[in-house]
T-cell receptor, first 112, second 115 residues
Framework: SQQGEEDPQALSIQEGENATMNCSYK?????LQWYRQNSGRGLVHLIL?????REKHSGRLRVTLDTSKKSSSLLITASRAADTASYFC????????????FGKGMKLTVNP | DVKVTQSSRYLVKRTGEKVFLECVQD?????MFWYRQDPGLGLRLIYF???????EKGDIPEGYSVSREKKERFSLILESASTNQTSMYLC??????????????FGEGSWLTVV
């Protein structure tokens, strides 16, 4: 069952621009995470934001969470060609699930 | 660094064959997962294990089984491979959820083609 849905499904920008990706989910969560996947590789964890947090930063990444709207956004500032990848949001389910449910992913292309 | 190792990166198997996909993690994680990734469908959970010999079905368990005899190793078994099981398979592991926020660590994936 898909919980998170990323939007847009694909984004193409120029190096140096900011990239914003959105994620909407359906049910209450404990935390939301963002992952990155380079083409043909496994996923790599980027950042986790808990349900009682509204914003979190890690380097060039900024994540926001709005639990009232059941949505999150991932902002990558000053993008680089190396940021080209697919990005996934993942949520657990409030109430104790050990499992993460992933969205379908969003393809970001950063053109040099 | 956490390492999740999938034994085979690329496999080609025939319809009807029994297929084993092996995964080993080196971080003493309790949880291990098998996901399947297909274009347009994202990641779908096949099976989840939260302890040795313990398992739970995910969203798409049909046609698959799993084995977890040791904490570090989680195997995915296709009893009789079919062409619709051609996919990328991702193994992952994590600590138990609450204190770690259940960040998941992935292997590099196994590309399985069933002909």
């Amino acid at each position: 069952s898909q919980q998170g849905e990323e939007d847009p499904q694909a984004l193409s920008i120029q190096e140096g621009e900011n990239a914003t990706m959105n994620c909407s989910y359906k049910t209450s969560i404990n935390n939301l995470q963002w992952y990155r996947q380079n083409s043909g590789r496994g996923l790599v964890h980027l950042i986790l934001i808990r349900s009682n947090e509204r914003e979190k930063h890690s380097g060039r990444l900024r994540v926001t969470l709005d639990t009232s709207k059941k949505s999150s956004s991932l902002l990558i500032t000053a993008s680089r060609a190396a940021d080209t990848a697919s990005y996934f949001c993942a949520t657990d389910l409030q109430g104790g699930s050990e499992k993460l449910v992933f969205g379908k992913g969003m393809k970001l292309t950063v053109n040099p | 660094d956490v390492k999740v190792t999938q034994s085979s990166r690329y496999l080609v198997k025939r319809t009807g064959e029994k297929v084993f996909l092996e995964c080993v993690q080196d971080m003493d994680h309790e949880n291990m997962f098998w996901y399947r990734q297909d274009p347009g469908l994202g990641l779908r959970l096949i099976y989840f294990s939260y302890d040795v010999k313990m398992k739970e079905k995910g969203d798409i368990p049909e046609g698959y089984s799993v084995s977890r005899e040791k904490k570090e190793r989680f195997s995915l078994i296709l009893e009789s491979a079919s062409t619709n099981q051609t996919s990328m398979y991702l193994c992952a592991s994590s600590f138990r959820a609450w204190y770690a926020g259940n960040t998941i660590y992935f292997g590099e994936g196994s590309w399985l083609t069933v002909v």
